[in-house]
């Protein structure tokens, strides 16, 4: 009966240890899952991309679990910063102004701003539609660099307006319409749209190279575990691996 009570007293500790490692919890991931290949809805509707599965990898090494809710980008480092989410994956690029918003994690992806433009088009750069028309029409996911950088570029200059889309896609379908004279975007999601589409093209002329990090609030008590879980996984070969199902080798 003794030995039944302390097999039944341990049972109920090992049980009790697994519920608290449940219950460690959920993190909250915002994100907008309009991003191929570093957030989209793949099989079943399910999020799934880059951003996604290291997200999952590092919850998994750390007994998490993991809320993904989707939201537009514009919203995704306010919501960050107010704690309403625990930390945001969204291909998001590290800039000096937003690390006055937030904390990036350690960057684990490269991005390049590149130019789309109608597969007919000749010119080679924005600058050339300025030269030519005297101005410029931009389309850009609202508040993502892309956004950001021909703001100050051109809109700011007196070069070109910008006009601003909750999605890439939607964007892209501006771009279609003839609504706009090119879009700006990061590169991986651009070759996404580009192959989705017919009769677009990305100019060879980058406009800028950025690091990918994660965001968390300043004031996260999660951030040190979570980002040393990221430096793991990269150090091992994970997040490469992850990156590498998702974006072929060309
Ligand atoms: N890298 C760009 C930025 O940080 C665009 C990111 C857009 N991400 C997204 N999930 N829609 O501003």
Redesign the pocket.
């Given at each position: 009966m003794k030995k039944f009570f302390a097999m039944l007293i341990a049972a109920i500790m090992i049980l009790s240890a697994f519920a608290a490692l449940a219950e460690n919890g959920t993190l909250k991931l915002c994100?907008?899952v309009?991003?191929p290949p570093?957030?989209f809805y793949g099989e079943g509707d399910e999020p799934t991309g880059i951003d996604i599965e290291i997200a999952k990898a590092i919850c998994a090494k750390l007994g998490y679990d993991l809320e993904i809710v989707d939201i537009e980008?514009a919203q995704c480092i306010p919501g960050v910063q107010s704690g309403k989410y625990d930390f945001s994956a969204?291909?998001?690029?590290v800039t000096e102004e937003r690390k006055e918003m937030v904390q990036f994690t350690d960057t684990y992806a490269t991005?390049i701003q590149v130019v789309i433009v109608p597969e007919a088009c000749e010119f080679e750069s924005i600058d050339d539609f300025v030269e030519a028309n005297g101005t410029v029409k931009i389309g850009a996911?609202m508040?993502?660099?892309?956004d950001l950088y021909t703001t100050w570029d051109y809109e700011d200059e007196g070069k070109g307006t910008v006009d601003r889309y909750a999605?890439?896609a939607a964007a892209v379908q501006a771009l279609l319409a003839g609504k706009v004279d090119c879009v700006v975007i990061?590169n991986e999601p651009a070759k996404n749209f580009v192959a989705q589409n017919e009769g677009l093209k990305i100019l060879e002329s980058a406009y800028a190279v950025?690091d990918?990090a994660m965001a968390f609030p300043k004031d996260s008590a999660i951030y040190a575990d979570f980002n040393a879980a990221l430096a793991e996984l990269i150090a091992d070969g994970t997040v490469q691996g992850i990156i590498d199902q998702f974006i072929p080798a060309e």
């Open positions: 994100t907008n309009a991003f570093y957030e980008f969204a291909g998001m690029t991005g996911q508040a993502t660099t892309g999605t890439g990061d950025e990918y």
